[in-house]
């Protein structure tokens, strides 16, 4: 089976400029999660869906930031306008609930710097 | 308060020795679950080994295993036979609860290099 699928792998933006992050979890998996890594802060959640729908925001840090999941084997994580400490590395993960522990598998993470 | 607390930033393990990996948690709930995912240089996380809170014996998987004190709510990592390609970041995770709500928390990861 694929695992969770992003893109980009790499992007480097402008300040002001808008990102979309893409992701595709793994099939049959019905929650969907967005983690943010960086030096600073770790590994943050910034949202999470089950079933496509959010059940926690709390993570997102203003309101810049947006996702989306339209359908099951689809998310977005959009920043707009972009600043440079937005600069991280945007990881999907997803998870079969009540399968092997609810375990969380990763996808490659989206690298991002904003310039 | 930190929820899962990893003290070692750095470790380092001599090439087909065993290294342990220390993980603490911090949960009021009685259903949890403890993860550990390896993070390489590449960047990907991989999810390593999963222990349930309920669960008696201690989780194992090929050369990882978990050591599992629940009374002193501990929940190392056991890597046997320690391969240069085992040199990454380390992370320990929880996740409280068992309903649709459950999400993992982190830990701050231990880097750890395996040396020839």
């Known amino acids: 089976d694929a695992g969770v699928i992003q893109s980009p792998r790499h992007e480097v933006t402008e300040m002001g400029q808008e990102v979309t992050l893409r992701c595709k979890p793994i099939?049959?998996?019905?929650?969907l999660f967005w983690y943010r890594q960086t030096m600073m802060r770790g590994l943050e959640l910034l949202i999470y869906?089950?079933?496509?729908?959010?059940?926690?925001d709390s993570g997102m840090p203003e309101d810049r930031f947006s996702a989306k999941m339209p359908n099951a084997s689809f998310s977005t994580l959009k920043i707009q306008p972009s600043e440079p400490r937005d600069s991280a590395v945007y990881f999907c993960?997803?998870?079969?609930?009540?399968?092997?522990?609810?375990?969380?598998?990763f996808g490659e993470g989206s690298w991002l710097t904003v310039v | 308060a930190q929820k899962i607390t990893q003290t070692q930033p750095g470790m380092f393990v001599q090439e087909k020795e065993a290294v342990t990996l220390d993980c603490t948690y911090d949960?009021?709930?009685?259903?949890?679950?403890l993860f550990w995912y390896k993070q390489p240089s590449s960047g990907e996380m991989i999810f390593l080994i999963y222990?349930?809170?309920?669960?008696?014996q201690n989780a194992t998987e090929g050369r990882y295993s978990l050591n599992f004190q629940k009374a002193r709510k501990s929940a190392n990592l056991v890597i046997s036979a320690s391969q240069l390609g085992d040199s990454a970041m380390y992370f320990c995770a929880m996740r409280e609860g068992a309903g649709t709500a459950s999400k993992l928390t982190f830990g701050t990861g231990t880097r750890l290099q395996v040396t020839l």
């Open positions: 869906f089950n079933n496509n729908v959010p059940i926690d």
């Open positions: 099939s049959g998996h019905n929650s």
């Open positions: 993960a997803s998870r079969r609930f009540l399968l092997s522990g609810n375990t969380i598998y």
């Open positions: 222990q349930g809170s309920y669960d008696e």
């Open positions: 949960t009021s709930d009685q259903s949890y679950g």
